[in-house]
């Protein structure tokens, strides 16, 4: 895990493991309000397994990465991957329903995805922590 | 807390044997695996029925998830969770929309009850 000094309130790079996910979770769990708390464990949990599970489907793991800073009462996260992106595929994993979930506890979600990588950017209101 | 640790307890009820597993600490992708295969061990499997404890349970995603629908589709009404009302487990069933799918029950001692009378035996 790698950590670095930014303009971000927590930027790291995550290793492609199961073990990622709460790390992720925890790298965040200091800026959220008790009232987001869970909604935001719960998006940066499913956004980082999705990562690691499917991002790398087929290719040698490479990195993936969380930021997070503060816009106002808004705590906005990006998880990037640099994967082969979002593929129709016919091996599946799961309930496939992590997707729905972030989109659930989110306010706003962004998904950009190529053949590069995949950044899910998600934004909670209210969760600047006091 | 990110682990998580399982107990799994046999109870003799009516004649019946009912399985008590329960679970403390998180539930994600790096610890659903080890939840899978507790409830699939010989152990449990042997049990009549099966209760997982999910009360100190502090976050459960879809990973966690997707091991509790799996054990309630396999064993039907011989399945039970335990949870309190308004935790983490009881919001990500109201939110994936898998509340009736899951027997729910408030306590172990209820849940083991509940599971003899919906088997009728």
Redesign the interface.
């Known amino acids: 895990v790698t950590s670095q000094s930014t303009d971000y309130d927590v930027e790291l790079e995550l290793p492609v493991?199961?073990?990622s996910?709460?790390l992720a979770?925890?790298s965040v769990a200091g800026l959220v309000s008790l009232a987001r708390e869970?909604d935001v464990?719960?998006g940066v949990?499913?956004a980082?397994?999705n990562a690691?599970?499917h991002a790398f489907r087929g290719r040698d793991p490479g990195t993936i990465s969380l930021r997070a800073r503060h816009d106002g009462e808004r705590l906005v996260i990006a998880v990037s991957d640099d994967g082969g992106g979002i593929r129709p595929t016919l091996e599946g994993r799961?309930?496939g329903?992590?997707m729905?979930?972030i989109r659930?506890?989110t306010n706003e979600l962004r998904i950009e995805s190529s053949d590069r990588g995949t950044t899910v950017w998600m934004e909670f209101e209210g969760a600047r922590r006091r | 807390m990110n682990e998580l640790e399982l107990d799994v307890e046999l109870h003799d009820q009516d004649g019946r044997s009912v399985c008590v597993v329960t679970a403390s600490g998180d539930v994600d992708l790096a610890t659903a695996e080890g939840l899978r295969s507790a409830l699939g061990s010989d152990q449990v499997r042997g049990g009549d029925a099966l209760v997982v404890d999910l009360r100190k349970v502090g976050f459960i995603d879809s990973s966690g998830l997707a091991v509790v629908l799996e054990n309630s589709q396999l064993r039907g009404s011989a399945f039970a969770i335990v949870h309190d009302e308004g935790s983490a487990v009881a919001k990500l069933f109201e939110m994936t929309g898998t509340t009736a799918h899951v027997r729910g029950f408030s306590t172990p001692e209820e849940a083991v009850a509940g599971i003899e009378r919906e088997d009728g035996s």
């Open positions: 493991a199961p073990e996910v709460a979770r925890n869970s464990a719960l949990s499913e980082v397994s690691v599970v799961g309930l329903v992590g729905g979930l659930e506890v």
